[in-house]
Nanobody, 124 residues
Framework: VQLQASGGGLVQVGGSLRLSCAASGRTVSNSGMGWFRQVQQKEREFVAGIGYSPGRTFYAESVKGRFTISRDNAKNTVYLQMDSLKPEDTAVYYC??????????????????WGQGTQVTVSS
């Protein structure tokens, strides 16, 4: 599976961005998908995950209520809508694929494939 993340950029505090992650090579409709972020010198942090079963979504506490993860299986794509952005959301954002459909999606070790990352910068 190859993953291509896009949609990052520079935005002001309170603004919005929508990240996309397009998968190719095989369908990901029967896989969980997740978004992680990483700041230099720090560990990769779970942001949001969506399972292959309906209604299975998980969020980090720091983004709950501001970010929304969704998927379009017909397009083999997962999205991350980010609203009310804060400076601490600045990071490189990565999408990834996992066979998991539950809370274990929060763990990076559960993911088999990773995209290349897209930079999000929130300026104050």
């Amino acid at each position: 599976v190859q993953l291509q993340a896009s949609g990052g950029g520079l935005v002001q505090v309170g603004g919005s961005l929508r990240l996309s992650c397009a998968a190719s090579g095989r369908t990901v409709s029967n896989s969980g998908m997740g978004w992680f972020r990483q700041v230099q010198q720090k560990e990769r942090e779970f942001v949001a995950g969506i399972g292959y079963s309906p209604g299975r979504t998980f969020y980090a506490e720091s983004v709950k209520g501001r970010f929304t993860i969704s998927r379009d299986n017909a397009k083999n794509t997962v999205y991350l809508q980010m609203d009310s952005l804060k400076p601490e959301d600045t990071a490189v954002y990565y999408c990834a694929v996992t066979p998991s459909d539950g809370p274990s999606m929060r763990r990076p070790a559960m993911y088999d494939y990773w995209g290349q990352g897209t930079q999000v910068t929130v300026s104050s």
